[in-house]
């Protein structure tokens, strides 16, 4: 630990602070006035990518409390009950970090579809959440449309993460 | 760094997971419970982020409309020749507006008409499209001066028709729900007699007619404005026109541009402050009475 001049530290701290860097980056980013088609619900698709991809990869790197903090950040943003993508990222979190052992020797065409039912099922739990929290029966129709957007953008945020996991993210090369 | 022993550590680890999910549940039911934290939160942050977000919409506006970027130039012909045909019905429709703007002069002199006062207005930049998978807002930057009047409630017009109502304002930032919206009902009047609907939000492209009275459908075409019904909205403001959907159902096609906001002008009715909106307006309204009193 002596040994370990500043800038070192700085750097492994910095390659620590990546995967949540990204999460919250990414969320304030799809914000922004692109005015393209759908952009609101692209929001939590990023969202459970971003938590899956790191829960799986880089666990040590996304704690819970920052997998809360992402999902407080998510509801602020948009107008969902305050809360409740917290607890459906940190459900995510869980349930990834439970299946870690099996999930993470298989490769991408088996954690592609994982993670397609999974987003699938926090869409519904999301759809149900928001009904009975006060908004009245909600259209079914945008839990399929994200649905969607999760299963084809998945393989091109993963491209992405895979680059930032080996590159910015990786702790072991600090 | 603190050295903590290594069961303890595991145990922190451990517990760190279920803790964060109660507290997770908790502050639903405390967002549940009190609904005003949520928007003091949510507003806090949008007043962080404005300026945030301020500093990147110049920069993807000037891309988006072509100044200093060369795509604009390949259509200008074809645009140069759209337009001047436009011109030339536009003009043909101002003799016309000027003939009725008289003979509408006239008509109201005779009746000792009072036109209302002008409401008082701030005009913002779109920076950031806020909206959530069931919810449509943006959030609009005010100018650094702040306005004199109170924001909250205040109709988002953007230059052709209206575009919403704000439903959070901070001291930078103002949040607009949009006309389709899933929560958002106005009272609008139909074509030319007035009939009463009401508009109400799906969070598609083209918000629901309801309740038009079943003796007079809304006509395909007819004007949409607002109506002053429940004092919420200002009557005659114009909100959109009539559409049959393939479900040969009535929908509003909207005026305001909404895929594409880049300037809303907040416009606040101080007078008409309603009793029976569904957005509190709890400071708004001892100052509007207090300025009403004076008078």
């Keep these: ?29 799809l914000g922004l006035n692109f005015g393209l088609p759908g952009q609101a619900q692209l929001r939590p698709v990023y969202a459970l990518a971003c938590v899956f ?66 987003a699938a099922g926090a869409f519904v739990l999301a759809w149900g959440a928001q ?6 029966m909600l259209p079914l129709r945008p839990v399929l449309t994200q649905t ?20 910015p993210a990786a702790a072991e090369l600090a | 760094m603190i050295r903590l022993s290594v069961p303890f550590r595991q145990a922190v680890s451990r517990l760190t997971f279920p803790v964060m999910l109660m507290l997770s549940f908790g502050i639903v039911l405390i967002g549940r419970a009190d609904q005003g934290m949520s928007g003091a939160l949510r507003t806090g942050l949008d007043d962080v982020l404005a300026p945030v977000y301020g500093v990147f919409a110049g920069p993807i506006e000037a891309a988006e409309s072509g100044t ?23 003009l043909q429709w101002q003799a016309v507006a000027m003939a009725l703007e ?31 998978v069931y919810d449509r807002s943006v ?21 052709r028709g209206v575009a919403g109502r704000v439903v959070e304002a901070g001291s930078r930032s103002a949040r607009v729900l949009l006309i389709t919206d899933i929560n958002s009902r106005i009272p609008v009047a139909l074509g030319a007699s007035g009939a009463p609907a009401l508009m109400a939000g799906t969070n598609g492209p ?16 007819a004007m949409v404005l607002t109506s002053a019904v429940g004092g919420a909205f200002p009557p005659g403001l114009p909100v959109g026109v009539v559409h049959y959907d393939a479900q040969n159902q009535p929908v509003v096609l909207p005026l305001a541009d909404l895929d594409s906001l880049r300037l809303l002008r907040l416009f606040s009715y101080p007078d008409n402050l309603p009793v029976l909106t569904p957005i509190p307006h709890t400071k708004a309204k001892p100052a509007a009475i207090v300025h009403h009193r004076k008078k």
């Design chain 1, 1 to 29: 630990m002596r040994r370990q001049g500043l800038w070192r530290r700085l750097d492994a701290a910095a390659r620590y602070a990546v995967p949540f860097g990204t999460l919250v980056a990414g969320l304030v980013v």
């Design chain 1, 53 to 118: 991809f790191w829960s799986l990869y880089r666990p040590s790197a996304l704690p819970a409390p920052a997998v809360m903090a992402g999902g407080v950040l998510l509801d602020l943003l948009g107008f969902s009950p305050v809360g409740l993508w917290a607890v459906l990222l940190l459900l995510l979190h869980g349930l990834v970090l439970a299946l870690r052992r099996r999930l993470v020797q298989r490769g991408f065409l088996f954690t592609w579809p994982v993670f397609s039912g999974l």
């Design chain 1, 131 to 136: 009904s009975l929290l006060g908004q009245g």
């Design chain 1, 148 to 167: 969607g957007f999760s299963v084809l953008l998945y393989p091109a945020l993963a491209a992405l993460f895979i680059r930032v996991h080996r590159g």
């Design chain 2, 68 to 90: 200093g970027a060369i795509g604009h130039l390949f259509s200008l012909s074809a645009e140069n020749a759209q337009l001047r045909a436009e011109n030339a019905k536009l």
């Design chain 2, 102 to 132: 008289a003979q509408n002069n006239a008509l109201k002199a005779t009746l000792n008409y009072t036109p209302p006062a002008a409401p008082a207005f701030s005009t913002g930049d779109v920076v950031a499209d806020l909206g959530g």
């Design chain 2, 139 to 159: 959030l609009v930057v005010l100018p650094p001066g702040g306005s004199s009047v109170p924001l909250m409630g205040a109709v988002a017009m953007d230059g």
């Design chain 2, 206 to 221: 083209t918000p629901a007619l309801l309740y038009w009275a079943p003796g007079q459908p809304p006509a395909e075409g």
